[in-house]
């Protein structure tokens, strides 16, 4: 296919914006499309945090045991709305299924691979738009409020060590120095002193967006009702109308199973229900991501506030926010960071989409029968982490480059 060959990207979030702009890169021209302004799926509220130590699948045999009690607690952090149960089970099967330690072994394997290549993707794509203020060499703590808990901070250092993922164990001053805003009661934590983060994921989106515009990207606002592949070109079916293309890429994150079934393809995604409260002005409380190993949220300080994430419910998506959930944040942030509780900041509260595998890993493939249909989509939790390597990857396939990372655990048809 030649270079200037016409593309359309579907799906405006961290990953589509990404794509495009690699593509342009290589010389195509391309075509976004979005039914709605790029970057508000899940790309607009997540913690902005680059979690490149986050190398195990969702689904393990440690997963899966702790996950009663998780579902038992009131402000727990996994839900399973009952309106769902019936739709999800077999999600949920195969879910349990992936924890099987072959599984997990190979899920770690791929994940580490994308997860290695995800700073220095995103540090060339920065670069490249001019927008290298954007990730901040901020550093991540792993904090337990109870002492008991000390080995598991010990045992989880030395797993990640094997990985080459650098943590120092800190407590009493050391913590209060890197941390002083946060509870005196806390225990110990892990300071992975390599971490970073993104200063803000909506405006990176943005960010994204007007380079891509500026280099000539067509952006159409319209919903994709299906796709028509053939041999020779891509037919998008959009709400007013058909175009076709010379190929196009489905980069539409946790909405992408229907999309899929249209070209043969059962893919089974779903959507785990992710909540944010973002604390204006508060940003300055913390100085870098914080995640709660026992209470398994973070907060994040961001150019728009302090913003405290988490929650996995499996509720797919239709269902509307459930309040108690913002609720719940509230609670674990106040017990993280006390001063929180007297003020009287402006909160924004939000829900998204993860788009999620039962294997954790995303797709990232050529459709089998028709080249020139391809995806990248389905990062779970670590979309933002991935979104410059996948783009480099997805690209790759589409101009027959060698590609940097094996890209055979990300097929399509693994399932
Ligand atoms: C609470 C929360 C916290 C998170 N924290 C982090 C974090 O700190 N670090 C990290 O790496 N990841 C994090 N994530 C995960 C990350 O946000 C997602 O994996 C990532 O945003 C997915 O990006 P995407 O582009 O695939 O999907 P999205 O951003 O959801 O974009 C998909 C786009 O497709 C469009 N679309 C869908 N269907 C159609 C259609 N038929 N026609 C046209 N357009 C369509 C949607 O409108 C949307 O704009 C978090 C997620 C949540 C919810």
Redesign the pocket.
Known sequence: MSRSASLAV????????CTALQAQRQGYEVTL???????????????????TELIDPLSTCKTLRAAPRMLLDPNGPLALPLGYLHRILPWLMRFIAAARPKCVAQAREALLQLNRAALPAWQRCLDDIGAAEQMVASGYLLVWESAGRLEDAKTHAAYLQQWGIRTELVSGARLAELEPELAPRLSHALYFPDAC?MRE?YRL?LQLFAVFKQRGGCFVK????SIRPDERSIGVV?VEGVRDFDSAII??????R??LKDVGLDVPIEA?????LTVEGKASLIKR?IGSAERRF?M?PLKSGLRA???TELGGLKLKPFKRRFAALRHHAYALLPSLRRDTARVDE??????TLPDSLPVIDHHPRYSRLLF????????????AISAELVIDLLSGAPPSIDPAPFRVDRF
């Open positions: 579907i799906g405006a979030g961290v990953v589509g914006l499309i979005d039914r709605d302004e790029p970057g508000l799926g899940a790309s607009f509220g997540n913690a902005s945090y680059l979690a983060q994921p989106c319209q919903g994709v009702r959009m980069c539409t994150g946790a909405w992408s229907q999309l785990e229900r992710g909540y944010h991501p973070v994040s994430v988490g929650m939000w829900m998204g989409h993860r788009p990248a989509f389905g990062h779970q939790h670590l979309g933002l982490t991935q979104a």
